[in-house]
């Protein structure tokens, strides 16, 4: 076992300040700071030259050289002369190419710390950029729109085909298994109020419309946002991170017709036929309580739900989940198209896109049931 | 000899991200047919350049011009026109990752010309032939390496025959071999199609193999400090940062 790393202060006249560097200067052993010596200076004004002496040195590593840099440093500020003469080669060596290209003063990040006001301020005009951002998005999504009933759309095809299928057929097996299980759970709950006054039979009413009204489309658009919406925001994320959407601006190919605009129509023609299917999924899932556990007949529990669900309640079921599909497609492609460059930026796209979608979604429910409210259906 | 068109025109050009200047005063010409190197070190704001020059990012100040038309002046839709005719290769290739190499070079040409899907399979096999990569056609970017990226990035920029192509640091990740190659294929293409080049890059081997004319951008004066063939300026030139980044840093400061 060597000797910790020690400093020895020596003074040879007046002016001159004799540093003796001994033992192992590794780094994770306990090492002298450079302060020490900067205090001596200090406690002795007339200090004009510290001469290091590192003949005693066993072992050093990168624990010497940011000792060698601090008091290096501190010499240049204090306009001390600093003699490295008499430590190990290597180790000069290595000082002289540390401190051959200056510090680049502005380049450091300023250590900005606002006040609680200033902050504020901040964060309102970067709320109205966003807000700015967002209403701009919408208009060029729905200059896309536009052009393609015009017929003059560059997209392809295929693109489109694949996106289908990746959002309708491949998104079965998780919608089927959280509508059902909705529908068993609304079931449940309302199976337990209805026994009271021994009207069983209403929990056919109260699945089915809370289903085909609301809850199907719901449930569907927040699977959708989070299957979904994430990876619009992660694909397009990685597409801006590898300079391909640089690509296609440069050739002149818009990517809101290129990239949104596909993922936006799949969306929006899948998702009414996923709500369809989560709608009799969610039956399901409130007729497999109705039938095992209140022992109402199966024909009966069907005639109920019939007469009770009408054509609007499955219309507004349906705009609704329309309205979603456009909302997590759009909330994905927006955060992934304003992805910074970096893996953690994709990252953060994916979240936002999830958080933007469901936020929507859930907004938009709540204006749907409001203006449904006031026309009266 | 006839004195030479010219292509770019760079005057008084600013850059700056926010309140950060990169660089400030930018004037100098691209003539037609140039091989135009834009160096200076690490960064000096050589890709931000290249990104105003091709339409990705407005300049703070200061004009660019394609022959007469003030490129960032004129509405958006005429700087789509200028910049079709134009090609560019990105620093990592850039190509469509979810798109094989055929459809990656074949996009450009099924929405900006009329020919049938025949001819485009023809020219497609063509341009990436062009740059060795014949018989890649139905590989997708992820599956070939990063040189070849690079070299079916330059097939994808050539799709439309371009009357000017910009390359960000083509010799950047390359073996020497490949870089050399990748040098070879500028010069063949700028001699035999007459095609402007516009090159991003400070490996040396290609300044002074390839360069007709260049602009230095100094980083510490934040302003280009000379422009003309890379050859004549090394020997001319006494500006001590120029010379030592033409010499390798072996020619220390005078």
């Given at each position: ?17 004799r ?7 590794q ?7 450079a302060e ?7 406690s002795r004004?007339?200090?004009r030259?510290v001469v290091l002496d590192?003949?005693?040195i066993s072992?050093w590593?990168s624990?010497l050289l940011?000792?060698l ?6 010499c240049a500020r ?18 002289a190419?540390?401190?051959?290209v200056?510090e680049?003063k502005?380049?450091?990040?300023a ?16 709320l ?6 967002l209403l701009?998005?919408?208009g060029?999504a ?12 560059q997209?392809?095809?295929a693109?489109?085909?694949l996106?289908m299928?990746?959002v309708?057929a491949?998104?079965v097996?998780i919608v089927?298994?959280?509508?059902f299980?909705v529908g068993?759970?609304l ?6 109020q ?5 009207a069983q039979i209403?929990?056919?009413d ?9 809850m199907a489309?719901i449930?569907t658009?927040i699977?959708m946002?989070g299957r979904t919406g994430?990876a619009?925001?992660?694909q397009l ?6 300079q391909?959407?640089?690509a ?8 809101m017709e290129?990239?949104v ?9 899948m998702?009414?036929l996923?709500?369809l299917?989560a ?6 899932g ?6 095992w556990?209140?022992n109402?007949?199966l024909?009966?529990?069907?005639n ?9 309640n ?15 497609a759009?909330?994905?492609c927006m ?6 460059r970096?893996?953690s930026?994709?990252?953060d796209?994916?979240t936002?896109?999830v958080v933007?979608a469901?936020v929507?979604?859930?907004l938009?429910?709540a ?6 409210n006031i026309?009266g259906i | 000899?006839?004195?030479p ?8 050009l600013t850059m ?7 660089m400030?005063d930018l004037?100098?010409t ?6 135009f190197?834009?160096m200076?070190?690490?960064?000096c704001?050589?890709s931000t ?7 990705l ?7 660019v011009?394609y022959g007469?038309?003030d ?6 839709e005429?700087?789509?026109r ?14 469509w990752?979810?798109?094989?190499l055929?459809?990656?070079?074949a996009?450009?040409l ?14 497609v ?6 740059v060795g990569?014949?018989?890649?056609e ?7 390496s990063?040189g070849?990226q ?8 050539m799709a439309l025959d ?13 073996d020497?071999?490949s ?5 070879d294929?500028?010069?063949e ?13 400070h490996e040396l081997?290609?300044?002074f193999a ?10 510490s004066?934040?302003?280009m400090?000379?422009t ?5 300026l090394?020997?001319?030139s ?8 033409l010499?390798r840093?072996e020619?220390?400061?005078?």
């Amino acid at each position: 076992m060597t000797a910790p790393g020690e400093l020895v202060l020596e003074e040879v006249g007046a002016d001159t300040l004799r540093v003796v560097l001994t033992g192992a200067w590794q780094l994770g052993g306990v090492l002298p700071v450079a302060e020490t010596v900067q205090q001596q200076c200090a406690s002795r004004p007339g200090v004009r030259q510290v001469v290091l002496d590192g003949r005693e040195i066993s072992h050093w590593d990168s624990g010497l050289l940011t000792f060698l840099m601090n008091l290096q440093k501190f010499c240049a500020r204090e306009n001390i002369r600093l003699d490295t003469e008499g430590l190990p080669a290597g180790a000069r060596r290595l000082l002289a190419l540390a401190t051959a290209v200056p510090e680049k003063k502005d380049a450091r990040q300023a250590d900005e710390r606002a006040s609680f006001l200033a902050s504020l301020g901040n964060q309102t005009v970067e709320l109205w950029r966003s807000a700015a951002d967002l209403l701009a998005f919408l208009g060029d999504a729905v200059v896309a729109v536009m052009r393609l009933l015009a017929g003059r759309a560059q997209y392809r095809r295929a693109d489109l085909w694949l996106i289908m299928q990746a959002v309708s057929a491949q998104a079965v097996p998780i919608v089927s298994l959280i509508s059902f299980l909705v529908g068993l759970i609304l079931a449940f709950i309302g199976a337990i109020q209805l026994q009271l006054f021994g009207a069983q039979i209403y929990v056919a009413d109260l699945v089915g419309i809370a289903m085909v009204r609301l809850m199907a489309a719901i449930m569907t658009g927040i699977v959708m946002a989070g299957r979904t919406g994430g990876a619009f925001a992660a694909q397009l994320g990685t597409m801006q991170v590898n300079q391909e959407i640089d690509a296609l601006k440069t050739l002149g190919i818009s990517p809101m017709e290129f990239l949104v605009l596909p993922r936006m129509l799949a969306l929006a023609l899948m998702m009414p036929l996923l709500c369809l299917y989560a709608n009799l999924m969610g039956i399901l899932g409130g007729m497999v309580v109705g039938v095992w556990l209140l022992n109402i007949d199966l024909i009966q529990y069907y005639n109920e739900t019939a007469r009770a669900v009408g054509l609007w309640n499955l219309g507004i079921g349906l705009f609704s989940g329309f309205i979603f599909g456009i909302i997590v497609a759009l909330s994905g492609c927006m955060r992934g198209m304003q992805c910074g460059r970096s893996a953690s930026a994709v990252g953060d796209a994916a979240t936002s896109a999830v958080v933007t979608a469901i936020v929507g979604i859930i907004l938009s429910t709540a204006l749907i049931t409001i203006v449904c409210n006031i026309l009266g259906i | 000899m006839t004195t030479p068109a010219t292509h770019i025109r760079v005057e008084n050009l600013t850059m700056a991200y926010g309140d950060y200047v990169l660089m400030r005063d930018l004037t100098f010409t691209i003539n037609r047919g140039d091989i135009f190197i834009v160096m200076g070190g690490s960064g000096c704001g050589k890709s931000t350049l290249m990104t105003i020059l091709i339409g990705l990012k407005a300049p703070a100040r200061g004009k660019v011009f394609y022959g007469d038309v003030d490129f960032w002046g004129a509405e958006p839709e005429i700087r789509d026109r200028i910049i079709r005719r134009a090609g560019v290769m990105y620093q990592s290739g850039a190509l469509w990752s979810s798109m094989t190499l055929a459809e990656n070079v074949a996009l450009p040409l099924e929405t900006y010309t009329t020919l049938s899907p025949k001819q485009i399979r023809e020219v497609v096999a063509l341009k990436l032939a062009l740059v060795g990569l014949a018989g890649f056609e139905e590989f997708y970017p992820s599956e070939i390496s990063g040189g070849m990226q690079k070299r079916a990035g330059i097939a994808r920029a050539m799709a439309l025959d371009p009357e000017i192509l910009f390359f960000d640091e083509p010799s950047a990740g390359l073996d020497p071999v490949s870089a050399r190659r990748l040098d070879d294929l500028i010069l063949e293409l700028n001699e035999s199609l007459g095609t402007t080049m516009v090159v991003v890059t400070h490996e040396l081997a290609s300044i002074f193999a390839i360069g007709s004319n260049s602009v230095f951008l100094d980083v510490s004066k934040r302003t280009m400090t000379a422009t003309g063939n890379p050859r004549q300026l090394l020997a001319d030139s006494k500006d001590p940062n120029l010379r030592l980044f033409l010499t390798r840093g072996e020619e220390s400061a005078l």
